[in-house]
T-cell receptor, first 112, second 114 residues
Framework: NAGVTQTPKFRVLKTGQSMTLLCAQD?????MYWYRQDPGMGLRLIHY???????AKGEVPDGYNVSRLKKQNFLLGLESAAPSQTSVYFC???????????FGPGTRLTVL | GESVGLHLPTLSVQEGDNSIINCAYS??????FIWYKQESGKGPQFIID?????DKRQGQRVTVLLNKTVKHLSLQIAATQPGDSAVYFC?????????????FGTGTQLKVEL
């Protein structure tokens, strides 16, 4: 997963707690994405960014917020975690419009 | 076969045989298609892609075929090896004004039997 890292790798939260997931890339890519992956379902887009300082909603944005203050970092926040947010979260990046997305290794989140 | 929205859970093949994983897509305006491989506990890894102006593209041991008439995509893996065991996803790209809006299939589990 060339140049895309995610922190943390695993996390267990209690309902109502908050946390932030970090995606970092060293490829100078403009576009960054946050997906969630649930059993029996394909990857679903939560939020994305087309450049530093920009963010936009994806398919399933509710309960999440994002920020892209620096080009290399894309943060995903859970304000008040719910069991329905138990999932594996993947970050992806690509350089320009139409380029292939490259994925990070994922963060496994469990909300009790 | 796999569909963006439906999936064939498992495909079992013998080591050395060829594997074919299928995918049906729904958006006739999609202009770009990608196959990803995902091993257990890892993120999706790019395998091969194809643009809508092509009907075939070959890589190392992999070939992707695109049939726009019936909106069908397939991934062929030649001489399947144990290391090919993984979940394979197809994705279609609907380009919009911002970013690449990929729609993923739910995946096909490929199991290689020795």
């Amino acid at each position: 997963n060339a140049g895309v890292t995610q922190t943390p790798k695993f996390r267990v939260l209690k309902t109502g707690q908050s946390m932030t997931l970090l995606c970092a890339q060293d490829m100078n890519h403009e576009y960054m994405y946050w997906y969630r992956q649930d059993p029996g379902m394909g990857l679903r887009l939560i939020h994305y960014s087309v450049g530093e300082g920009t963010t936009a909603k994806g398919e399933v944005p509710d309960g999440y917020n994002v920020s892209r203050l620096k080009k290399q970092n894309f943060l995903l926040g859970l304000e008040s975690a719910a069991p329905s947010q138990t999932s594996v979260y993947f970050c992806a990046t690509h350089r320009g419009q139409g380029d292939t997305q490259y994925f990070g290794p994922g963060t496994r989140l469990t909300v009790l | 076969g796999e569909s963006v929205g439906l999936h064939l859970p498992t495909l079992s093949v013998q080591e050395g045989d060829n594997s074919i994983i299928n995918c049906a897509y729904s958006n006739s305006a999609s202009d770009y298609f990608i196959w990803y491989k995902q091993e257990s506990g890892k993120g999706p890894q790019f395998i091969i892609d194809i643009r809508s102006n092509m009907d075939k593209r070959q890589g190392q041991r992999v070939t992707v075929l695109l049939n726009k008439t019936v909106k069908h995509l397939s991934l062929q893996i030649a001489a399947t090896q144990p290391g090919d065991s993984a979940v394979y996803f197809c994705a279609e790209n609907g380009v919009t004004g911002g970013g690449n809006k990929l729609t993923f299939g739910t995946g096909t589990q490929l199991k290689v039997e020795l």
